[in-house]
């Protein structure tokens, strides 16, 4: 069974920078697609961005430019460097995980089956 634990989350001033990691305990980390999702106060989940197995990225407009998703397969692990963090990403942010049974597959799920327990990200004023 698949585990993630998010962790670098903090508190952080506008402008600043942060990097989150999502440890992934799974049997072949190479063939899954992940994503990394946030969900603000009183608002839905969105997402944030996704990468392939293959290496494939996409991002949600708010973010482009200033967030990137990657992956090191040796480590089992998948980042997402912030930058110029703004007021607006305050969120609890949750890495998510889907076996794609192909490690040179560029799907970007929709859906994810394993989900992390979130790390708290909040950027001041």
């Known amino acids: 069974q698949v585990q993630l634990v998010e962790s670098g989350g903090g508190l952080v001033q506008a402008g600043g920078s942060l990097r989150l990691s999502c440890a992934a305990s799974v049997r072949i980390f190479s063939t899954e697609a992940f994503g990394w999702y946030r969900q603000a106060p009183g608002k839905q989940r969105e997402l944030v961005a996704k990468?392939?197995?293959?290496?494939?990225?996409y991002y949600a407009d708010s973010v482009k430019g200033r967030f990137t998703i990657s992956r090191e397969n040796a480590a089992n692990t998948v980042y997402l460097q912030m930058n110029s963090l703004k007021p607006e990403d305050t969120a609890v942010y949750y890495c998510a995980a889907k076996e794609v049974y192909y490690s040179y597959s560029n799907l970007l799920p929709d859906e994810y089956d394993t989900w992390g327990q979130g790390t708290q990200v909040t950027v001041s004023s």
């Open positions: 990468i392939a197995s293959a290496g494939r990225t």
